[in-house]
């Protein structure tokens, strides 16, 4: 029996407090091979609308005791680097990150302090192998998804008309989502007049408020361009899946990803996908189920406010503050936007995400989680840090 903690934030909707929360519920389950308790940064609110059975189970691992883990699990931003209480304890961190370059401190300290690192795909751990870490270190782990709520079952709208052609855009206004891209392009894209409307769910409740309505009332106001609806609402997963499942098509023309949890969710739903290439979204997004955004490199500075990427004065890997990032073409997204609206055999496009079974489930990805926290806790060696 193998004693985990998981260490981190689990009560909101924020993508890493999603996967907390749905990594602590797979491996409650096994309770042959793991004894579970969790050690969260935040508190539950209602607010925030999550499912009150999963809120129940978290609540229950809440923990209660002194007991010393020998596996410690940390999913925060930025990440924790206090040792453990124990030094019987190995601690594995789970860390996304969305651009070419990592935060030097990262890879210094992982190669000190961490037993394994976690990251969501193989293009976030091809940066962290170029930054230096130790190959046996590093786990590749996809985030996952719930088919019970994420599916094709047919359900009436409820925050827009589906009988238009419904884009829909998930995300925030950070320069790194490329939401400014998707907005100059629908300007140009649609008219009023097309049978055709923008959905953007925007976050503003995590990632700061924003004058984002403004923009596009003043868009909708002077341009003749097709229908925007703007929501930054907290919503609960069965709201968004109503959303997804009543889009036709997800748009997601990123600059910087970890991963993209609402692309595999909206077509796990049957929604179209229309996606950056050369990142990680490929992974898990096969050519044939969707778009791919014809995509350059871009050098860039990441200590630039405008990016948001990291703060002034903070190191990165590699050496200097500039680094590539993707640049999708505005033409292409275009282009493509309008083939998958007016292609006269569309139906057959979205039959083919209908058909795609993704193998990503939480339930799958639990039992990874498990895997590794085996291979980590087996290995004979002492925990990496030093005291």
């Given at each position: ?97 969305e651009y070419s ?65 419904t884009f829909l ?57 097709g229908k925007i ?159």
């Open positions: 029996m193998i004693t985990v903690e998981i260490l981190g934030k689990f009560y909101d909707n924020h993508s890493l407090a999603i996967v907390n929360r749905k990594i602590a519920l797979e491996l409650s389950k096994h309770v042959d091979t793991i004894k579970l308790f969790i050690t969260p940064l935040d508190k539950f609110t209602p607010s925030q609308k999550l499912n009150k059975d999963e809120i129940k189970i978290l609540k229950s691992l809440e923990k209660t005791s002194e007991e010393e883990p020998d596996i410690q699990i940390r999913h925060t931003y930025p990440p924790m680097w206090r040792f453990p209480v124990s030094k019987k304890t190995k601690v594995i961190y789970i860390q996304p990150w370059k990592i935060p030097l401190e990262w890879q210094y300290k992982w190669e000190n302090f961490a037993d394994a690192v976690i990251t969501p795909s193989m293009w976030t751990g091809d940066k962290y192998l170029d930054a230096g870490l130790n190959p046996e270190r590093l786990h590749i782990i996809p985030n996952g998804y719930d088919p019970e709520i994420y599916n094709t079952d047919p359900e009436d709208s409820k925050f827009f008309d589906s009988k238009k052609f855009f998930v995300g925030n206004h950070q320069s790194r989502k490329g939401l400014d891209i998707l907005i100059n392009v629908w300007k140009d894209a649609f008219v009023k007049a097309d049978n055709v409307q923008l959905f953007i769910k925007d976050t503003p409740q995590i990632y700061g408020h924003n004058n984002l309505l403004s923009q596009i009332l003043n868009l909708q106001y002077h341009v003749d361009c609806i703007y929501n930054s609402d907290l919503l609960s997963d069965k709201d968004m899946a109503n959303i997804y499942k009543n889009s036709k098509v997800v748009v997601h023309p990123y600059r910087g990803e970890g991963f993209g949890m609402h692309v595999q969710e909206s077509v796990a739903c049957g929604a179209f996908p229309i996606i950056t290439s050369q990142g990680p979204t490929e992974e898990f997004i096969p050519q044939e189920i969707g778009f791919r955004i014809n995509t350059k490199r871009k050098i860039v500075d990441l200590t630039s406010p405008e990016l948001f990427a990291i703060k002034p004065g903070d190191s990165l890997s590699n050496m200097g503050g500039h680094a590539w990032i993707l640049d999708p073409e505005a033409e292409h997204l275009k282009f493509n936007m309008r083939l998958i609206y007016s292609h006269h055999e569309r139906k057959k496009f979205f039959d083919k995400v209908k058909e795609y079974e993704n193998p990503n489930t939480w339930e799958n990805v639990g039992k990874k989680y498990v895997e590794t926290i085996m291979s980590v806790h087996n290995k004979s060696e002492n925990p990496r840090r030093e005291y």
